[in-house]
């Protein structure tokens, strides 16, 4: 996602980010996203990081995170 038009088009759609604070696909872009996405109006946006993580521990640690399928649970898709 590089324009904040790409932001828009998911401002109503909910995301939670996850990072390992090690992991080497930039954390800080991930950071810049979510900003964008909050920017475009998207309430539904959620951020976590993983200090110390890399890659491999960052994927157990949001597999293994109860509060993901919760999260996931307050939201119902809409059907057109």
Do not use: Y
Not at 8 to 36: F, Y
Not at 55 to 71: G, K, Q, S, T, Y
């Amino acid at each position: 996602m590089t324009q904040q038009g790409d932001a828009k088009k998911l401002a109503s759609s909910p995301i939670w980010a996850m990072a390992g604070g090690n992991n080497r696909s930039n954390p800080a872009g991930i950071r810049k996203m979510v900003d964008r996405l909050k920017a475009a109006g998207n309430e539904n946006v959620k951020h976590t990081e993983f200090d110390g993580a890399d890659h491999r521990e960052e994927c157990i640690a949001v597999f293994n995170a109860v509060e993901l399928m919760d999260w996931m649970l307050e939201f119902e898709r809409v059907r057109p």
